[in-house]
């Protein structure tokens, strides 16, 4: 999947919630800590085996460093549509979009 671009997030680990299991890939990737606001959306059906569930979340310590990817970046809600989304990504950007919500 090089060069395109994801939600930040991960596989839930056994015995570990979808919230936890942000809240950890968070830490993991991002070198951040996070406090979830609310769901966005349903369940997007990424393969037989795994769902895609999202999550507004606040930035409450860290500064966000790409340590598992290329890059990362800020998009503003004209920005939306500037990088190559990964096919699974793109329902919820169309609702990120559609809501105003980035």
Request: glycine share 10%; proline share 8%.
């Amino acid at each position: 999947m090089a060069g395109g671009w994801e939600l930040p997030g991960g596989k839930v680990d056994p015995g570990e919630s979808d919230e936890d299991a942000l809240v950890r890939e968070c830490q993991e990737e991002l070198a951040i800590k996070i406090r979830l606001g609310r769901r966005i959306g349903g369940d997007w059906r990424l393969s037989e085996r795994s769902l895609l569930r999202v999550w507004t979340a606040e930035i409450i310590q860290g500064t966000p460093e790409p340590l598992e990817h290329l890059a990362l970046r800020w998009l503003t809600p004209n920005e939306l549509y500037d990088v190559p989304w990964l096919p699974g990504d793109r329902p919820v950007v169309d609702i990120l979009a559609e809501q105003g919500l980035t």
